[in-house]
């Protein structure tokens, strides 16, 4: 049985949080910067202009708790969450990771801001 649709081989998760005008904490779209607001929309279309949007499916999250750090997104497989973002990074990202196969690890947050994640069995042992 064939598919029309493949299954994805990369989710690019891009938080699209943004806080109310006047909250001190930050945000990965910011009312001030009219970029932050056009960063999905950049990589939506970057990925439609590449032919890859099929095959790599982009999508709008809400804070994942790194907003000091924003905008970030985070690829999947691989964990790789990718901070302090612009198109410019977007697009190099694009590039060189989803379709070169190797990580931009000056755009990707310090370790001791992500860490290892923590297996849920582990949690429940203590």
Known sequence: MEYSIPQPAFYIFKCQ????PGMPKPSCVSQASVESQQLFMHMAQSLMQKGIVSTVQPIQTGCMNRCQLGPIM???????????????????????HIIGGNVVEEYV?????????????TLLQQ
């Open 109 to 121: 947050i310090p370790n001791e801001m992500w860490g290892d994640a923590i297996d849920p069995k």
């Open 74 to 96: 985070l690829v999947e497989p691989g964990h790789t969450m990718y901070v302090n973002l612009n198109k410019e990074k977007i697009d190099r990202i694009i590039e060189e």
């Open 17 to 20: 949080q943004s806080a109310p």
